[in-house]
């Protein structure tokens, strides 16, 4: 990570990550260190440490720690779906097979504008975040392409009128 400005990492990973030992606990200065990341992942190691109130050196010794450890998985853009051209989102509940969930999370994860798989408990088994084009895309990616999967037993889609990302506290 450069010391001035911390650049895209990638994203996060499409698969769960590895078992890892059991983790470090977060003092404040490392939560206050996330909330910041989080509210701003661009924001240079000179800013974080001094809203922290450390040197510049044991911020990025933290930030590394926090990203060696599993804690921060990323860095990403927060992207407004409308102004990028996928004007229509959807909540899909999927039931699936049981015992499926490896092999459908598999076939989700390749579809255009899925963006968050969750597996839950509940009326159903999975729960996908899709953005689209529009009504007749979205329409195309749950008969044609969710609904062909095998492994899945029933969907219910419901649109999103609007959204609200609510982000970290500020620090």
Known sequence: MPDEQMANTGGQSS??????????????????ILR?????GRASIRSVA?????????????INRLIDDGVIRGFSALVDQERAGQGASAYITLKIVQN?????????TSLPGATHIALVSGDFDVL?????????????????RIQSIPEVLSTRTLL????????????
Not at 15 to 32: F, G, K
Not at 36 to 40: E, G, R, V, Y
Not at 130 to 144: A, F, G, I, M, P
């Open 128 to 144: 996908l975040l899709v953005h689209t084009k529009d009504n007749r895309e979205l329409r195309e990616l749950v008969l044609t």
């Open 15 to 32: 698969h769960p990550a590895p078992p890892s030992p059991a983790a470090r606990p977060l003092d404040t200065i490392d939560r206050s």
């Open 100 to 108: 499926s969930w490896r092999t459908v999370r598999k076939q989700l």
């Open 36 to 40: 910041m990341l989080q509210t701003d």
């Open 160 to 171: 999103v009128f609007e959204e609200t990302n609510l982000g970290p506290e500020e620090a």
């Open 50 to 62: 001094e809203r922290v109130h450390v040197s510049r050196a044991n911020a990025y010794a933290r």
